[in-house]
């Protein structure tokens, strides 16, 4: 099977259903920014600190799925075709919550803004992070003009504040000092 088909060579693709849009579609910036989060998220699973028997990779990856299928329904604007989507994971911002209070429990106390960095899996949590808030104002910018379902922008936001707690836990983790941000004088 070829992997390319020429189709988008006059700078628009298909959605999920046929429909022809430009590339640079505000739907396709919206989903296209969550396979730029996506592959982030590939990049932390890769770090060192995951392994197959973490249960950390586990919940990555399982957040990664999610993040799919986020984009598996903003590529989709023919209902005929969204019943075919598997469901949102709306049920994932309540757990997301349970986690991150779980794991802050053992955080020291956030006195400072974070620099990101003192470690390259704290790093990528940082790139997760804002890959996700990028996300997350792509969407918000699709809703302006185009229904989105609902669920997705709690999820995201969620998911961003995740990734800032998990890059504190790195840090204990790895026995890594946090770096605060000292604004220059």
Not at 144 to 167: C, M
Request: aromatic share 8%; proline share 5%.
């Amino acid at each position: 099977m070829r992997i390319y088909t020429r189709t988008g060579d006059d700078g628009t693709t298909s959605l999920f259903g046929g429909q022809r849009v430009d590339k640079d579609d505000m739907r396709i910036e919206a989903y296209g920014t969550l396979d730029e989060l996506n592959t982030a998220m590939g990049t932390l699973c890769s770090s060192d600190g995951f392994s197959e028997d973490n249960s950390g990779l586990k919940w990555l990856q399982k957040l990664q799925s999610d993040v799919f299928t986020l984009g598996s329904h903003l590529a989709t604007t023919d209902d005929s075709m969204a019943k075919h989507l598997p469901d949102l994971p709306e049920k994932r911002v309540d757990e997301m919550e349970v986690w991150m209070d779980r794991i802050s429990q053992s955080l020291p106390e956030l006195k400072n803004f974070l620099l990101p960095g003192g470690h390259p899996a704290i790093s990528a949590c940082h790139a997760c992070r804002v890959t996700c808030r990028k996300a997350e104002r792509r969407v918000i910018t699709l809703a302006r003009h185009a229904e989105v379902p609902d669920g997705i922008l709690p999820y995201l936001n969620r998911l961003s504040d995740v990734f800032f707690v998990w890059s504190r836990q790195l840090h204990v983790q790895f026995s890594v000092d946090e770096i605060p941000w000292k604004p220059n004088k």
